[in-house]
């Protein structure tokens, strides 16, 4: 900063000083545009309320040294003016000041969140690093079932950090202008989407609905894995949609294809042009996102088909949840009106695996809901035929004997002798 | 005969618009061009998209027509339209006219017969101001009308 200073400084001097010497008009021209790039750069990098000031100062100081050649320059830096120039400087004194002003009355916030951003971006590369360790080692495949869920699991859990991290990182740059989108500033717009393209936010974004999605064709699910995956699909995609038209917007406007901001630089307004497709990394999300449910859908809709079809219970095949409803309930029509024993498909199918395995997954609303399960649920309790268990037989018979042990006291009570009037013994006559 | 006065009249109009001169061209720039003299010999100045080959220049000033190869030269246009050029070492201001295509040495100023050291032209209408150092030399087309060599 104090070389820069100086080398400002030194640029005046050099321009106006030499009285013992005859001035150059070439040589104010160029000094003139040299001093004016340096500031602008100056200007434009500046981040302190008093380093910006010191900057104003030396704008005044070459307005007034310059002012005398004022008429010279403006044909020599013809089609742009001295006062242009000096003019354009002071658009960028003030653009500057507003934003070191916000950065500063932020400061401390910001400088928190700076650091978190930082943190979590140094997490995600590493949760990466650790995610392509364990996909390695699923690939090779030569472990045991239980290290291999082991895998797997631990595999889930990467993936479940990075969807946390990946979203906590897009709250933290968006907080510090947590208000109504449209109450923020070009300024503040540009500051988000600067931060947004330095912590890469929408290739991390896409990275990981890929990484989720890859997931998905690499492992072999348990039923109960399935509650937790498509939660996570479920949340990814709610945020992702919640979030989208904010991160493209955002980094839309600090990008070639915004309009606004090359206006404000003295350019000509218009309508941005779209970026190119290959340019856009919310639409590969959105691509990828449709790749992960999918592939979810099918995968989960398949291994729940295999339970039916792995105990002998033909039911139509199905691919989603109405499909799934539509099947069961028509082979519950086909046993009740067939008549035929349903105790497979009751107890060991819905009962053992469905209720047991799938619960969880199935009341899930990308799936079949809660709702529906139960109403599928009652309709195949239903088909239960009702038999008397052991149980309910135990219960009665203790009961009975209960009842029988009461009546026998009771009775026993009833017949207890009656007590002789008077004990008298034989009646001795004499 | 109305017919072929008028035919006379139009004739003679378009003669006159071929042959007509516009007066009071001011043709000065307002500031020198600092030009590099590249190893074709040419120079090209983008402002004023003039471009043109100094070794003539060369081969009057240092006897060698490639001895300006990477030097600086620098070209200033009086209010006449005459090209003053110079560039340091050189002994003379060399004053050259435009022709179609051509640029004709008119005169050759003497103005430092040890060298010039570090000459810049201005523009002072309506003369050119050769300074070098301390040294202040007004110049027409044709010879030094204020300082000293």
């Not at chain 1, 900063?1 to 000083?17: E, F, G, H, N």
């Not at chain 2, 500031?31 to 003039?50: I, P, Y």
Request: glycine share 6%; with cysteine.
């Amino acid at each position: 900063m104090k070389a820069r200073t100086l080398a400002v400084l030194l640029a005046l001097v050099v321009a106006v000083a030499p009285a013992w010497a005859q001035q150059s008009d070439y040589q104010i021209k160029t000094t003139f545009e040299e001093t004016y790039k340096t500031l602008f750069a100056a200007l434009e990098n500046a981040t302190s309320i008093a380093v910006i000031d010191s900057l104003k100062a030396e704008v005044d100081t070459l307005e007034a040294e310059y002012a005398p050649h004022a008429e010279f320059l403006d044909k020599a830096i013809f089609p742009e003016s001295f006062m242009e120039r000096i003019l354009s400087l002071r658009t960028m004194h003030s653009i500057t000041y507003d934003r070191a002003y916000l950065i500063q009355t932020q400061g401390v916030r910001i400088e928190e969140l700076e650091t978190k951003i930082l943190f979590l971006t140094s997490k995600l590369d590493t949760l990466t690093a650790q995610r392509n360790r364990l996909m390695t080692d699923l690939a090779e495949a030569k472990k045991s079932n239980t290290q291999l869920r082991d895998l797997v699991r631990r595999l889930e859990a990467n993936l479940a950090a990075k969807d946390r991290l990946i979203f906590a990182l897009v709250d933290s740059i968006f907080l510090p202008y947590a208000r109504d989108s449209a109450a923020v500033t070009d300024l503040q717009k540009e500051a988000i989407s600067r931060k947004l393209e330095k912590a890469n936010v929408l290739v991390r974004i896409e990275e990981v609905a890929g990484e989720n999605a890859r997931f998905l064709s690499v492992t072999q699910l348990q039923p109960k894995d399935y509650a937790t995956v498509v939660e996570r699909y479920q949340q990814f995609n709610g945020r992702w949609k919640g979030l989208r038209d904010k991160l493209v917007a955002s980094v839309l406007a600090g990008s070639k294809y915004s309009a606004a901001p090359a206006a404000a630089k003295g350019g000509k307004a218009g309508a941005a042009p779209l970026p190119p497709a290959g340019e856009q990394p919310a639409a590969r999300v959105d691509s990828l996102l449709t790749v992960w449910g999918t592939r979810l859908q099918s995968m989960f809709w398949q291994a729940v088909g295999k339970e039916f079809s792995d105990r002998g219970i033909a039911v139509d095949p199905f691919n989603d949840g109405p499909g799934f409803s539509a099947s069961v309930r028509k082979y519950i029509a086909s046993v009740k009106a067939s008549g035929q024993n349903s105790s497979v498909f009751v107890n060991d199918v819905w009962k053992a695996r469905i209720d047991k395995e799938w619960r969880d997954a199935l009341v899930k609303p990308a799936m079949l809901g809660q709702a529906e399960y139960a109403a599928l649920d009652r309709e195949v309790s239903q088909l239960q035929t009702p038999t008397l268990s052991t149980q309910y037989i135990v219960y009665g018979l203790i009961v009975v004997l209960l009842v029988v042990i009461a009546w026998w006291l009771f009775a026993r009570r009833q017949k207890a002798p009656e007590l002789p009037e008077s004990k008298a013994g034989p009646t001795q006559k004499n | 005969m109305r017919l072929a006065l008028a035919a006379l009249a139009l004739a003679s109009s378009l003669l006159v618009g071929c042959g007509a001169t516009i007066d009071g061209v001011r043709y000065a720039w307002p500031v020198e061009s600092v030009l590099t003299v590249g190893n074709n010999n040419l120079v090209e100045d983008g402002r004023h998209a003039l471009v043109f080959n100094v070794g003539v220049i060369a081969e009057k000033e240092f006897a060698d027509s490639t001895s300006l190869r990477g030097k600086e030269i620098r070209l200033l246009r009086n209010i006449e339209g005459f090209y003053f050029l110079t560039g340091k070492k050189f002994k003379n201001v060399y004053v050259l006219a435009s022709g179609t295509g051509t640029l004709r040495v008119k005169s050759q100023i003497e103005v430092a017969p040890r060298g010039l050291e570090d000459p810049a032209l201005n523009q002072r209408l309506p003369y050119v101001e050769l300074i070098d150092g301390k040294a202040v030399i007004k110049l027409t087309e044709d010879d030094i009308v204020e300082g000293k060599k």
